[in-house]
């Protein structure tokens, strides 16, 4: 098992910026393919971003690609989610998770280990 904590939400205004940290420990984090997911009221939870082992490999859903950035820093156990020119329909709370299969994956089922969650609102 491998522990999550995310960290970096808020409140901002739309176009603004926010970046998202998730804190891991426990199992070796560079055995995890890392992924952001979002849930917003009423809706169902959606794939964000994924990053692999390495961070050779990154992977978005239509709706944030050349607006997010997910990358991981393997020396420090965290993954990050960098968001720019944010929109209301950005609104959820993010979270986290561990997937101990070899390549990106983009299903909920496939992770492991889920964080918390946090909080992004974006006002408009």
């Known amino acids: 098992q491998v522990q999550l904590e995310e960290s970096g939400g808020g409140l901002v205004h739309a176009g603004g910026s926010l970046r998202l940290s998730c804190a891991t420990s426990?199992?070796?984090?560079?055995?995890?393919?890392m992924g952001w997911f979002r849930q917003a009221p009423g809706k169902e939870r959606e794939f964000v971003a994924a990053?692999?082992?390495?961070?050779?490999?990154?992977y978005y859903t239509d709706s944030v690609k050349g607006r997010f950035t997910i990358s991981r820093d393997n020396a420090k156990n965290t993954v990050y989610l960098q968001m720019n020119s944010l929109k209301p329909e950005d609104t959820a709370v993010y979270y986290c998770?561990?997937?101990?299969?070899?390549?990106?994956?983009?299903?909920?089922?496939?992770?492991?280990?889920w964080g918390q969650g946090t909080q992004v609102t974006v006002s408009s």
């Open positions: 426990g199992r070796t984090f560079s055995n995890y393919v």
């Open positions: 990053v692999s082992r390495r961070g050779f490999s990154t």
């Open positions: 998770a561990a997937s101990s299969f070899p390549d990106i994956q983009r299903l909920s089922a496939n992770y492991d280990n």
